[in-house]
């Protein structure tokens, strides 16, 4: 008995020794910067396996580890890994906290846009680039999208001061939709009849952009149509890790004026919240292209001989309000609903096919909600779009003069003002957009395999009250919804394939897949990848269901019409269009994306891929329409034709829009930046374009006449473009920074529509000749685009954490530089920003 309770006595003493050296270990990792707490970050004790990752509030705990010195490692995506030592031989519980640094080095940023999930940008399976924090901190200006001209890959275009553009892998328009845009997972293409991305015309604000991810190649596979050949994903801050207020001010040449404001503040552990506003205003350049009036060929004979005029402009004033409001609650530590409202009113000038609009008034707006959770994910808003009193430049021109000079009856100015500026000339549409979508993600980590899946659905309710589109009495909606499912399989020797499969379905273009596949090889600090995908981008609801002064329709299910020299009582030999298909692309890449020697960082892109169905320019169809997708209409009585007394129609006339093109389109897009130290970096980008479009394939007859034109076969991109970087940083005491862009494109010609830029026609009204045939007159071509080599120059400091100012100067030596159709060359622009950031007020935790 007594050698019984002696054993049990020895195992309460050795428990009591072996409690007196055990300990608990807690604290909390946030940013160094900021203050804010990093949920997900990892805490390893090192030499262990030991791991804990951080929860929405950055707390970790390991509730038993034994006591003496203890190194744990802090790791989190985009942050400089730090090495925390603790101390202890008492039982007692330990605090370890730590403050991350974020990583600036290039290829250390963290990106989300590739596969719906954080990686870093060098493990992402396509070509992505990002546009970041310190990008915008060191901007004067407030349209981000100058940044964007830095960027290989991509063919910015700059029509006017406030204006830009973007397009990827040529084969570009005046009237591009083959771009898709999106804020915080929000579709943000304009939610009117057009479709066009929005860009610096929404409503969010620099103050608020934690970066922009810009993906190039097919990306319809995760976010369905239209991500046709590049997807700009524009990220905001979360209020809980940017708090405080920023008040920004920036002035320069071209009466710019742009005054901003972003406050967020985190309530308690529940509630968070920001608003965001800006005003800003400027002028364009005064600048005039020229519009033909008179009697031209094929008008009436009443307004006097042909004449070319400038543009009947007054107002060059560019404008812009807009601003948002966001709350936060956080259900749980890990599942939160934000809510979100935001708009914007702005004026400018804009460039399309056809010539200039004066868009005035023009609004955008939005309400979403969304449920966020690291495995699910659920979004649902609906935008709304007015295009006010927008103008169309050259028809009101001409109308105006030719009303003037009318030998029938000339107007007064007073009367011919109201005339050119009636319904038609004059814009009207109210239209509106409610998308939804569900998102699910799955871990299998013994498998290695990562699942994503996902569920979309949009509906469109355009409202054209009759003018542009055939909506006079009958409303127009169109709906798709989608699906998606995604699996990342990682491999032995670092390999990981992704698949990624969608469908969709149109109610206007019927059922489409779009495959995506994915193998990428870790090498290293970088990785090759090798893509395939495909995509396809659909036509407008203006493509579809035009009905611009009764005489361009659109032809999205075919339009039923009465052919020249038919009997109007033949009804057999009535016709309809064929209808039009979405554009489709299937692309081919290889690429490599990494870090050498701790210095030199590497990124390079080939791409190959086949591009069918583009929309064609409008095309003369000589018939009288009388159902456009099935809606009743009334062909305008001027292009209607007549019918003489045999019952027979003659010379009528309508424009409409069809398929065309089977073209393979490559190029090769690299990047290269060295970091010599802390100071200094350079950087090169390169971007080439080639394509068989230039052949004479028949499959490449827009108008269909049978003959492919110099029009029919044009890049309307350059083949080579190109830019240095040199960026001084960390002067006085990190202070000061210094960034030179050396840009330079290859000259090119550009048609789109009545739009022409050549070398060959430079200075004379726009033609296109066909061999037999009657030459196509467009509007006056100033010449090719590009052919420059510009300077842009900017610099800023920090005076402390709470003021800073920048300068930026774009065109720094003034060179001629035209980038874009029926737009003046872009001089030397000014910028100078003053910014104050006051810090929350709330003490940190």
Known sequence: MKIVLLFFLLLLFAANLFSQNAISLSGKITDKQTGAPLPGATVTVKGSNLTAVTDNEGYYRFPKLNAGTIVLLVSYVGYETEEVVSESTNNIALVANAALIPDSRIGNEVVISATKREEKITNAPASIHVIGIKDFNRFAGSNVNELVSKIQGVEYTRSGVDEITFNARGLNSAFNVKVMQLVD????????????AIFNNGSTNKEDIERIEVVLGPQSALYGPNAHNVLFNYITKDPRKYQGTTVAVSAGSQQQFSSRIRHAAKINNKWAYKLTGEHATGKDYTWYDTVYAGNQRGTPPFYGPPVAIPERLHDFTF????????VYYSITPKADIIVSAGGVNFTRLQVTTTGRNQLRDVTYSFVQARFVHPRFFANVYNTWGNLGKTLLITNYT?????????????????????YATRLGNRVKERSERLNADLQYNYKFKK?????????????????????????????????????????????PWNLRVISTTRFDHHSTFGNFFAPRFALTKGIADGT?????????????????????NRFLFGNGKGIYYIPNETNMSDTASFKTTEALKAEL??????????????????????????????????????????????????????????????????????????????????????????????????????????????NDNSTNDANKDNYVSPEEKSLNAPKHRAALLLNVQNLCKGKLFVNVVVRWVQQYDFYSGNLIGTAAGKGRRGIVTRPGMDTLFKNFDWGPLGGFTSVDLSTGYQFNQMISINLGVTNLFNTRQIEFVGSPSVGRLIMAELKVQVPSGKKKE
């Open 585 to 694: 692309v299937n692309t081919w890449e290889i690429g490599y994306k990494g870090t050498i020697w701790n210095k030199l960082f590497i990124d390079i892109n080939y791409y190959n891929g086949i591009s069918k169905n583009f929309i064609s320019p409008t095309i003369t169809v000589g018939g009288r329409v009388l159902k456009v997708g099935g809606i009743r209409v009334t062909h305008n009585p001027i292009f209607a034709g007549t019918v003489n007394p045999n019952n027979i129609l003659k010379g009528a006339q309508f424009f409409t829009y069809f398929n065309y093109g089977d073209v393979r389109t490559y190029g090769l897009d690299i990047g290269i930046n060295y970091t010599f130290n802390k100071v200094f970096n350079a950087g090169v980008k390169y971007s080439w374009f080639g394509s068989d479009i230039t």
């Open 398 to 418: 001409r109308d105006f003069w030719n009303s003037t000079h009318d030998t029938r009856g000339r107007l007064s100015p007073d009367s011919a003002e109201i």
């Open 447 to 491: 498998a290695g395999l990562f699942f994503v899946a996902g569920l979309s659905y949009q509906k469109d309710k355009p409202n054209g009250f009759g003018i542009g589109l055939v909506d006079s009495f009958q409303k127009i909606t169109t709906t798709q919804y989608g699906a998606v499912v995604q699996l990342e399989k990682t491999l």
């Open 528 to 548: 090759i990848r090798v893509t395939w995908g495909k995509a396809y981008a659909m036509p407008s609801i203006l493509n579809q269901y035009a009905g611009v």
């Open 185 to 196: 997972g929000r579709n943000s293409m304009a939610a009117l009849s057009g479709g066009i």
């Open 319 to 326: 404008r812009r309000y807009r601003g948002e409001a966001h």
